[in-house]
């Protein structure tokens, strides 16, 4: 009896069990045995992953094939045999990131680890300010002003007063978007304003790490009413630039990228020597030195 071949979408990832949506409806699958020989040093199948599919006469499926990825969102790990690239997110359009203005307040070197991973990832990226109606709209601009300028999109919200609401939303449909941000600033709540149930459902998607490379992982790509996926992305927090050189680092730093060919060393580390250019901008004013803080600490492999 032959089997249906169908295509479709990963949106569910858990204990070697994966939910594909197809244009038929949504199976149940596991790998092809020859496909779990592939694994290297990278996640081989992940939540967002294009894919081909079997459908068997009970009704479930097996992975056939998984489509070559246009993106990852990924983070790296040092294990017993070598780096490991976890991919957490397969062919994310884009990564949004929530802050509070207070209560938590924002920690912007957090904010800034962050937008590095997304430049270096090729990730356009949106930063949500949210709680606006702790301190005020002017304030909330001011206190996240540096990343407009440097061309970061900010979004500023309340889910209490439900302002800023519509623009999410706006930004959320018909893609693809991997959600992320520190505890308690208010990811469910805005989700819920965005789509009831929606924050309560992303509060059930759990993760549980062990030491070393094996990771249980229960990841999924949750569809909003008007079209678009969001995926919550919990630990994204514990993401590390240890694959990252200390060289290279200035050119995921908009404002800095540009000033490095001006430096008096080509290997100018921007800390400590003479004719820097990235220094004399900081002094000037030109670059925000919160902002450069950042990258000092990165640099020097303070987190």
């Known amino acids: 009896m032959s089997q249906e071949k169908n295509h479709g979408v990963i949106i569910r990832s858990r204990s070697g069990f994966y939910t594909v949506r197809t244009p038929s409806g949504e199976v149940t699958c596991q790998m092809r045995g020859r496909l779990k020989e592939e694994r290297l040093n990278t996640s081989l199948v992940a939540v967002g992953d294009k894919v081909t599919i079997s459908v068997l006469p009970d009704g479930s499926g097996v992975i056939e094939s998984i489509l070559p990825r246009e993106k990852e969102f990924f983070r790296m790990a040092p294990t017993a045999r070598g780096e490991f690239k976890q991919i957490m997110l397969a062919n994310p359009d884009q990564v949004v990131l929530v802050f509070a203005c207070a209560s938590p307040a924002p920690s912007f070197r957090m904010l800034d680890r962050f937008l590095v991973i997304t430049e270096k990832q090729q990730i356009p990226v949106i930063v949500v300010a949210n709680k606006t109606d702790l301190i005020g709209q002017d304030a909330a601009k001011a206190l996240f002003s540096v990343y407009p300028e440097l061309g970061y999109r900010v979004i500023f919200t309340s889910a209490k007063e439900e302002t800023g609401i519509d623009e999410l939303k706006r930004v959320l449909i018909g893609k693809v978007s991997a959600l ?32 070393g490379r094996h990771t249980t992982v229960v990841r999924e790509l949750l569809p909003l009413d008007d079209g678009g996926f969001v995926a919550d992305m919990p630990g994204l927090r514990t993401l590390s630039l240890w694959d990252t050189q200390p060289e290279e680092l200035d050119g995921y730093f908009p404002e800095l990228r540009d000033l490095v060919t001006d430096c008096q060393f080509s290997n100018c580390s921007h800390i400590s020597e003479p004719g820097c250019a990235v220094k004399k901008a900081v002094e000037s004013g030109k670059v925000n030195p919160q902002r450069y803080e950042s990258y000092v600490r990165l640099r020097l492999g303070d987190s």
């Open 180 to 211: 992320s941000g520190p505890s308690g600033v208010g990811k469910s709540s805005l989700l819920n304003r965005i789509q009831p149930k929606l924050g309560l459902k992303i509060g059930t998607v759990k993760e549980f790490t062990q030491k």
